[in-house]
């Protein structure tokens, strides 16, 4: 923690559980200066419904993830998006998340791992109220607070902080528990590969 390796602990949500979906866009920018890039990055950090982006080199130049309740929705997003920069995202792509996975980082210590997160599928509509949505913004980005912790926070008993969290645990919103990791401090690159499959069963896919 101290060398900035372990940058914090991260709560792991299924956002399909309150009935979203993931819409990926893929940016290519059209003669933009350093400070229109800037700006365009700027207004994606804050916009409500961008769950991450990332700058990339290759083909594109930003990939952007975005939480939509449907394709309408998203295609306002999109629109206002747009709108805002005109004539300077270009060449875009759009992909719709059905299933996502995450693997432990067997490649951090040279071993295969085959536990996995995944998340995503049918959108529902699980009720929560105010104290579930107080309880998930505190663990958010600290999934290390305890229930008493949380608790004192929220004027609660531990033990309803604890009932809580374990019902929404099982109930899939909370997927995992993470360690946020620095990976430039162990040499770590991310490269993405964009496969498409041609004329695959179930089985093969």
């Not at 700006?39 to 991450?52: A, F, G, M, P, R």
């Not at 747009?82 to 992909?95: A, V």
């Not at 490649?107 to 309880?135: C, N």
């Amino acid at each position: 923690e101290k060398k900035g390796i372990i940058k914090g602990y991260v709560t792991f949500f299924n956002i399909s559980k309150f009935g979203y979906l993931y819409y990926r866009l893929y940016i290519r920018y059209e003669n933009v200066t350093p400070k229109e890039e800037e700006e365009i990055t700027d207004y994606l950090k804050q916009h409500k419904n961008v769950v991450w982006l990332i700058s990339t080199s290759g083909k594109w130049d930003l990939e952007v993830l975005f939480a939509a309740r449907n394709f309408i929705h998203f295609n306002k997003l999109l629109k206002e998006l747009y709108e805002k920069f005109p004539g300077k995202l270009h060449n875009n792509i759009i992909s719709v998340s059905t299933a996502n996975y995450h693997h432990p980082r067997g490649y951090l210590i040279d071993k295969k791992t085959d536990l996995q997160i995944s998340y995503g599928g049918e959108p529902e509509k699980i009720e929560i109220d105010e104290i579930d949505k107080k309880i998930i913004r505190l663990i958010n980005q600290n999934a290390r607070m305890t229930n008493s912790e949380i608790g004192m926070k929220l004027n609660l008993n531990y033990k309803t902080i604890q009932a809580r969290i374990r019902r929404l645990e099982e109930s899939g919103v909370i997927q995992a528990y993470r360690t946020w990791l620095d990976f430039f401090k162990f040499g770590v690159l991310y490269h993405k590969a964009l496969i498409k499959l041609k004329k695959f069963t179930k089985e093969e896919e």
